[in-house]
């Protein structure tokens, strides 16, 4: 053996290094604990409510937007396309293919 503590004096220096599974718990739980009772900034209130708001408002234009190409479409086909005029009690009536 050597007289050399080299190795005493590693073990001695990573001891701070080791990992403690108890600190961690400790430092999770209580970081959950503050998370929870901190109250939101103004800025994060309004960025919870408004996301969600401007996402259902760009969905809701979309399908607006779809519903009335989708309308317009239907109703020149039916204006230029083969349509059925029938005539009853003195009212028109057409009816397209």
């Known amino acids: ?4 503590r080299f190795l005493d004096r ?3 220096d ?4 080791r990992y403690d599974a108890g600190d961690a718990v400790l430092t ?3 970081a959950r604990i ?6 939101p900034t103004v800025s994060e209130f309004l960025a919870a409510w408004f ?6 408002l760009s969905a809701l ?8 190409t989708l309308f317009e479409r239907s109703e020149a086909l039916a204006m230029t396309g083969d349509t059925v005029e029938v005539s009853m009690g003195g009212d028109v009536y057409r009816v397209a293919d």
């Not at 996301?51 to 259902?56: D, W």
């Open 51 to 56: 996301r969600p708001l401007a996402a259902s």
């Open 34 to 39: 503050r998370e929870r009772i901190g109250q």
């Open 1 to 4: 053996m050597s007289e050399d």
């Open 14 to 17: 990573a001891r701070e290094l």
């Open 61 to 68: 234009a979309l399908v607006a937007t779809i519903g009335l």
């Open 28 to 30: 999770r739980v209580s």
């Open 10 to 12: 590693v073990r001695h």
